[in-house]
T-cell receptor, first 113, second 115 residues
């Protein structure tokens, strides 16, 4: 079953603009991860944020986590054509087995040149 | 270093045929997962191995699906008597540990089409 829900489902922006994607989840968690998937490829891990963290940065990526609202956001700054991909959040519930990740349906991001 | 390798990349099977999908995880990774991904959806959990032990197979859709990892490295997902609804991308992922705090490394998947 899917716990995470990303929104928007699809996002199309001009190169150079910032892209923001959101993820909401239902149960309390230990960790939340973001992954990128290019068309026809596997998923690539981007960033992991723990439940006791509020913000994390990696290059042009910024992730925030609000456990009170059970939501996270992924911000990509100064977008480039190579950022065109689908982005997924995945959570591990602190009530279930700790290896199980629950995935959202993803946000499809298109960067227009 | 080498990543997770899956073969074949594409497989077309006639309904009723058996198929076997292979996954070579990253060397030394304890945990191995199989996921099924439908078009436009996130991965759906199928099964989980810790070394050679299959600790969770709760996501396997039916008893036609079988997975093994006999020596704790390479894994095979077998689907017997394939049906059209089995058409999907099958993703394999490995991680150093088994916890949700350990990032997954994915292969590029096997796209299965059942005709």
């Amino acid at each position: 079953s899917q716990q995470g829900e990303e929104d928007p489902q699809a996002l199309s922006i001009q190169e150079g603009e910032n892209a923001t994607m959101n993820c909401s989840y239902k149960t309390s968690i230990n960790n939340l991860q973001w992954y990128r998937q290019n068309s026809g490829r596997g998923l690539v891990h981007l960033i992991l944020i723990r439940s006791n963290e509020r913000e994390k940065h990696s290059g042009r990526l910024r992730v925030t986590l609000d456990t009170s609202k059970k939501s996270s956001s992924l911000l990509i700054t100064a977008s480039r054509a190579v950022d065109t991909a689908s982005y997924f959040c995945a959570t591990d519930s602190d009530m279930d087995s700790n290896y199980q990740l629950i995935w959202g349906a993803g946000t499809k991001l298109i960067i227009k040149p | 270093g080498a990543g997770v390798s899956q073969s074949p990349r594409y497989k077309v099977a006639k309904r009723g045929q058996d198929v076997a999908l292979r996954c070579d995880p990253i060397s030394g990774h304890v945990s191995l997962f199989w996921y099924q991904q439908a078009l436009g959806q996130g991965p759906e959990f199928l099964t989980y191995f810790q070394n050679e032990a299959q600790l969770d197979k709760s996501g396997l859709p039916s008893d036609r699906f079988f997975a093994e990892r006999p020596e704790g490295s390479v894994s095979t997902l077998k689907i017997q008597r394939t049906q059209q609804e089995d058409s999907a991308v099958y993703l394999c992922a490995s991680s150093l540990y088994g916890s949700g705090g350990s990032p997954l490394h994915f292969g590029n998947g096997t796209r299965l089409t059942v005709t």
